[in-house]
């Protein structure tokens, strides 16, 4: 379960590292976006599957999580 809170915390303060959207939070990032990374392929990695999960949470509107977490564990 530790682990479990560590990779939300750092999902929840992960910024784009590149394009459009960079330096910006993943969580602030549109849905669209992810979704046509989708479509295209997520890239390789960490950066990958954090995109995936942030997709999953912005389809199932629970972006609110993110923001608490952000605010009770700023890093």
Do not use: T, W
């Given at each position: 379960?530790?682990?479990?809170?560590?990779?939300?915390?750092?999902?929840?303060?992960?910024?784009?590292?590149?394009?459009?959207?960079?330096?910006?939070?993943?969580?602030?990032?549109?849905?669209y976006y992810y979704t046509w990374f989708k479509q295209k392929g997520f890239p390789e990695g960490k950066l990958g599957?954090?995109?995936?999960?942030?997709?999953?949470?912005?389809?199932?509107g629970l972006e609110e999580l993110i923001h608490r977490i952000q605010r009770d564990y700023k890093k």
């Open positions: 379960m530790e682990g479990s809170k560590e990779a939300l915390i750092e999902l929840a303060n992960y910024k784009m590292p590149f394009g459009k959207y960079k330096g910006h939070y993943l969580i602030d990032i549109p849905e599957r954090m995109m995936i999960q942030m997709h999953d949470i912005k389809i199932n």
